[in-house]
């Protein structure tokens, strides 16, 4: 355990061990005519690049459109294991309009498969937040908690936002209706308690920012 946060603490500061270097390499990010420098865990989750990618440009990862080699944009929850990436890979970083985010890879269109890969993204970028509360020092950079406080509160009011819209789908008699009902009712239940989880997760974790940006 030990060794996974010290290799997890190399990463967030941008020296990788050599042990730590086989899973990670280097990309280089273009973001408004700027070139930036951030490292790409190959085995860690989409959520955990982004959440770099906010620490060094301030772009929130619901708004962020990153595409690699100028293609096609990478989904919130793409496999970074998958994409064979090596050092020096460069990426373009757009922020999106309000309301026109990158929608995560879903098993089907289907409105509660949808949300439904929601809400791992969600869950992902929580595990993302907190493994960086872990092995970052907070104290070096007076704007950083501020910085992860709005990211934080913005992710709180997401969830909530995604719950009304579970509690729309469930309302929804002729909706239940036209699929599998039991089945979909079970799964936009299971939603509904999955999200209820992260708010909680991020109420903790507003109420320890907010106490460090109050020091």
């Known amino acids: 355990m030990k060794a996974f946060f010290q290799q997890a603490k190399e990463l967030m500061e941008g020296k990788p061990s050599k042990q730590c270097r086989q899973a990670v390499v280097y990309t280089v990010l273009w973001y408004e005519k700027s070139k930036h420098r ?18 060094v440009t301030g772009v929130l990862p619901a708004r962020q ?5 100028n293609s096609t ?28 985010e990158v929608e995560p890879i879903s098993l089907t269109k289907h409105l509660v498969d949808r949300i439904g890969s929601k809400c791992i993204v969600m869950e ?53 209706q036209a699929r599998k009902v039991e089945k979909r009712r079970k799964d936009v239940l299971e939603l509904s308690f999955c999200i209820q989880m992260f708010v909680h997760k991020m109420n903790s974790v507003l109420d320890r920012l907010e106490r460090m940006s109050q020091r």
């Open 38 to 55: 951030v490292f790409l865990d190959l085995g860690a989750t989409m959520a955990s690049f982004q959440l770099s990618v906010f620490l």
């Open 73 to 100: 944009p990478m989904e919130p929850n793409a496999d970074l294991s998958k994409l064979f990436l090596q050092d020096g890979v460069e990426m373009t970083l757009e922020q999106l309009p309000w309301g026109q």
């Open 65 to 69: 459109k990153i595409l690699l080699n």
């Open 124 to 176: 992902e970028q929580a595990n993302a937040l907190e493994a960086l509360l872990l092995v970052k020092r907070l104290d070096v950079d007076a704007e950083l908690p501020k910085k992860l406080l709005s990211l934080t509160t913005f992710m709180h009011d997401a969830a909530q936002k995604l719950l009304l819209k579970v509690d729309e789908i469930e309302g929804e008699e002729p909706h239940r």
